[in-house]
């Protein structure tokens, strides 16, 4: 179902998308590489909670995010190669290191010039994810069950993406299935007060991963979730999702 059309988003160009629009989620656009194709959907700027401590974060622009993690079709298609326990092309890839995460977007931006996809930033992630239907709340198993795949539910495998309910902005797997890398390195604490744009810088150690996986307990629905591991480390536990700044319709 190959799409040649250029992609859209209201009315402005997206070069790099094989189709895109609006829906009751908000802006999306796809890329496609042969045939296998991956949504994005827009996270508008703003100012939420960060962190355990709940202190107030802003971003300054909005960024487009993988409605899913990244399968084991796409990660195949741009690599040629698949790393994870459980093959299947629409289960999310694992077993894939930061290391690793960083050659595949480097040549996915190869393959689609303008997309220049990367790693979200932890707050990027968290704002995601706060804008999802779970907003931290965790009493409520029912609810989990809707929108993860935990260690109450998932028969500690993982599961093709988008399954599972989307929150708000279309997103899915946000919580479960598998924990995901983010760009920043890893920092145990956060400066108090207020933030904007923050981005740890990495200094040698780890990396942050965000969400919950497939053994989880329920608490994997807070976005305040965290690991963290070094840029080399591999598990079936660990997948990534796409990101991308600029603006909007660039």
């Known amino acids: 179902m190959s799409r ?9 160009p997206l070069s790099w998308a094989s189709r895109s629009g609006e829906d009751e989620h908000g802006l999306f656009a796809a890329l496609e590489l042969e045939d296998v194709e991956q949504t994005l959907r827009w996270i508008p700027d703003g100012t939420f909670p960060f962190g355990v401590g709940r202190n107030p974060v802003t971003l300054t622009r909005g960024f487009w995010l993988a409605d899913t993690p990244c399968t084991q079709a796409l990660w195949e298609v741009v ?6 326990k459980w093959k299947e092309p629409e ?3 694992e077993r894939v290191s930061w290391d690793d995460c960083q050659v595949f977007l480097g040549a ?14 932890e707050a990027e992630w968290e704002r995601a994810a706060w804008g999802e239907e779970l907003d931290g709340d965790v009493s409520d198993e029912d609810l989990i069950d809707d929108h ?10 993982t599961h093709p993406v988008g399954e599972k309910e989307p929150g708000c902005w279309g997103l899915h ?7 995901e890398w983010c760009v920043d390195g890893y920092q145990r604490r956060f400066r108090r007060g207020p933030r904007v744009d923050p981005v740890v810088e990495y200094d040698g150690g780890s990396h942050i991963i965000k969400g919950g996986w497939w053994i989880s307990p329920r608490g994997c629905g ?18 990534f999702r796409i990101a991308r700044s600029l ?3 660039d």
């Open 222 to 239: 807070d976005p305040t979730w965290r690991n963290a591991a070094g840029p080399d480390y591999r598990a079936e536990s660990t997948g």
């Open 173 to 179: 797997d946000m919580a479960g299935n598998v924990e």
């Open 91 to 93: 289960r999310p890839v």
């Open 148 to 157: 993860a795949w935990w260690v109450g539910n998932s028969g500690l495998t």
């Open 79 to 84: 690599t040629g190669s698949n790393p994870s």
């Open 108 to 121: 996915l931006n190869d393959r689609l010039p303008g997309l220049a996809a990367r790693l979200p930033s």
């Open 4 to 12: 040649k059309k250029q992609g859209r988003a209201g009315g402005a």
């Open 247 to 249: 603006d909007a319709f």
